[in-house]
């Protein structure tokens, strides 16, 4: 069993930046892909990013490379999502998620936090 919990949303200025946490509870969490989505009002959820659980090895949505980065810290059980260059469509809940499996669908997150919301005004 996981849970998940986001924090570091707010409203920033476009260009701006942010650090999304995500703080997670159970033993094995370094056992876990985690990922990163996001869900724009009258919008469907879309994935962000992941992070493996041991190495540490990071994938992003094409259109967010070099923006958005992903790290992770077993030892603290946390994960976070540093957002650069914000821009208003990264306007979103954002969630973190958890898989035993590497996967960009959200159908394979069994454990997902309760969403973060970010705001970027123009």
């Known amino acids: 069993q996981v849970q998940l919990v986001e924090s570091g949303g707010g409203l920033v200025q476009a260009g701006g930046s942010l650090r999304l946490s995500c703080a997670a509870s159970?033993?094995?969490?370094?056992?876990?892909?985690v990922g990163w989505f996001r869900q724009a009002p009258g919008k469907e959820r879309e994935f962000v990013g992941r992070?493996?659980?041991?190495?540490?090895?990071?994938y992003y949505e094409d259109s967010l490379k070099g923006r958005f980065t992903i790290s992770r810290d077993n030892a603290k059980n946390m994960v976070w999502l540093q957002m650069n260059s914000l821009k208003p469509e990264d306007t979103a809940v954002y969630y973190c998620?958890?898989?035993?499996?590497?996967?960009?669908?959200?159908?394979?997150?069994?454990?997902w936090g309760q969403g973060t919301q970010v705001t970027v005004s123009s």
């Open positions: 998620a958890a898989s035993r499996w590497l996967s960009r669908e959200d159908r394979v997150y069994e454990y």
């Open positions: 992070i493996t659980g041991r190495e540490g090895s990071t």
């Open positions: 159970g033993r094995t969490f370094s056992q876990y892909v």
